[in-house]
């Protein structure tokens, strides 16, 4: 079993839908968390960054956190064809990164 | 633009052969990493410098190894290249060493072709 488990997708919405993508983790060590967006061919870009469980927003993504599940959750609100990429959640503990799968996602207009 | 700049983008060679690629990270940042992306493997993690010494070693291969200039800038060698090693190679960079801080922005890649 994976450290870190994400749902491959591809996972199709509609414009203006709010999509949901989710990891699920086992190593309860893992201290911060974050999401990249990842365009094909490209660098992963860091959307989101927290160390605690709860909620955080930045514009249209909130991320979420239940360390006590060992579940993050990106809610992107308003989806837009500009957000169709691979989305990478990544968790750390000290200096090393553990990063999930990823999940494709394609917003169609 | 995250800052961290990677050269080359693209890289064609043949097995066998030994590659360089360079990164350089974002101005103030210590700590760079080096990650393969492969599409079977997904993102892993290679080996992480701080301030010129090697800090974390992931799965990196006998073959590679990388070092961490003085003025920070960081090179992943590549040797006896295989079919396998196709693959894109990321740099990312941080600011500190670890902990609750260590936001890690990536660079373009380097997109790595054995034939």
């Known amino acids: 079993q994976k450290e870190v488990e994400q749902d491959p997708g591809p996972l199709s919405v509609p414009e203006g839908a709010i999509v949901s993508l989710n990891c699920t983790y086992s190593n309860s060590a893992f201290q911060y968390f974050m999401w990249y967006r990842q365009y094909s061919r490209k660098g992963p870009e860091l959307l989101m960054y927290?160390?605690?469980?709860g909620n955080k927003e930045d514009g249209r993504f909130t991320a979420q956190v239940d360390k006590s599940s060992k579940y993050i959750s990106l809610f992107i609100r308003d989806s837009q064809p500009s957000d169709s990429a691979t989305y990478l959640c990544?968790?750390?503990?000290?200096?090393?990164?553990?990063f999930g799968g990823g999940t494709r996602l394609m917003v169609k207009p | 633009d995250s800052g961290v700049t990677q050269t080359p983008k693209h890289l064609i060679t043949a097995t066998g052969q030994r590659v360089t690629l360079r990164c350089s990270p974002r101005s103030g940042d210590l700590s760079v990493y080096w990650y393969q992306q492969s599409l079977d493997q997904g993102l892993q993690f290679l080996i992480q410098y701080y301030n010129g010494e090697e800090r974390a070693k992931g799965n990196i291969l006998e073959r590679f190894s990388a070092q961490q200039f003085p003025d920070l800038h960081s090179e992943l060698n590549l040797s006896s290249l295989e079919l396998g090693d196709s693959a894109l190679y990321f740099c990312?960079?941080?600011?500190?060493?670890?902990?609750?801080?260590?936001?890690?922005?990536f660079g373009p890649g380097t997109r790595l072709t054995v034939l």
């Open positions: 927290t160390y605690s469980s």
């Open positions: 990544a968790m750390g503990a000290g200096n090393m990164l553990t």
């Open positions: 990312a960079s941080s600011a500190v060493l670890a902990g609750s801080n260590n936001e890690q922005f």
